[in-house]
């Protein structure tokens, strides 16, 4: 059975940094790409970064956010730094069988959520 379980989220004040976890099970984790996704009150689902062979970011958080993975603990992160209140939403971990993540129809598995908000 395939697992993602997130951790990390809770609220923080604009500027501020976090660090979110999600912890892999079931699956061969260095064969599939890991990304976040978030998706903020009354808005829809949104890319946040991925990470396989190479990494890839949103616009609106490049520069700012550090996705990493360590594959022998099965486990990726995404290190937010200078939080906005508009990045305020559930952060979503998930796992795709491909080269490069990007869009919600190529995950195969996610995670349950965490929810991470910004205050101003």
């Known amino acids: 059975q395939v697992q993602l379980i997130e951790s990390g989220g809770g609220l923080v004040q604009a500027g501020d940094s976090l660090t979110l976890s999600c912890a892999v099970s079931g699956l061969t984790f260095s064969f599939y790409a890991m990304g976040w996704f978030r998706q903020a009150p009354g808005k829809g689902q949104e890319f946040v970064a991925s990470?396989?062979?190479?990494?890839s970011y949103a616009d609106s958080v490049k520069g700012r956010f550090t996705i990493s993975r360590d594959n022998a603990k099965n486990t990726v992160y995404l290190r937010m730094n200078s939080l906005k209140p508009e990045d305020t939403a559930v952060y979503y971990c998930?796992?795709?069988?491909?080269?490069?993540?990007?869009?919600?129809?190529?995950?195969?598995?996610w995670g349950k959520g965490t929810l991470v908000t910004v205050s101003s």
């Open positions: 990470s396989k062979v190479s990494t």
């Open positions: 998930a796992a795709a069988s491909q080269l490069l993540l990007t869009r919600a129809t190529q995950v195969n598995y």
